[in-house]
């Protein structure tokens, strides 16, 4: 088991940045890799960013180049720099971990709220 918290959403203004975080706590030393994700009102829930135990990373399409992932596995923690943010960023963010038995933990998420 694996627990996740999010915290660092909010109200932001268009071009404003926001940092989250998710501290994982529980069987973390099974933890494979830990990602974002977010869901918009009305949409499928889509891939923010991911990086894996090596520092490997990935992104959403919508998000490259704006988005940053970063990992303190002392902390057992996974960030997420949101710059440059967009209306269109609006969404609830959730954290998730991917076990090396390929299970899937999810945070309850954090919202975040871009303001044109």
């Known amino acids: 088991q694996v627990q996740l918290v999010e915290s660092g959403g909010g109200l932001v203004q268009a071009g404003g940045s926001l940092r989250l975080s998710c501290a994982a706590s529980?069987?973390?030393?099974?933890?494979?890799?830990m990602g974002w994700y977010r869901q918009a009102p009305g949409k499928q829930r889509e891939l923010v960013a991911g990086?894996?135990?090596?520092?490997?990373?990935n992104y959403g399409d919508s998000v490259k180049g704006r988005f940053t992932i970063s990992r303190d596995n002392a902390k057992n923690t996974v960030y997420l720099q949101m710059n440059s943010l967009k209306p269109e960023d609006t969404a609830v963010y959730y954290c998730?971990?991917?076990?090396?038995?390929?299970?899937?933990?999810w945070g309850k998420g954090t919202l975040v709220t871009v303001s044109s």
């Open positions: 990086i894996t135990n090596a520092g490997s990373t």
């Open positions: 529980g069987s973390i030393f099974s933890i494979n890799a």
């Open positions: 998730n971990v991917l076990l090396t038995s390929r299970t899937i933990y």
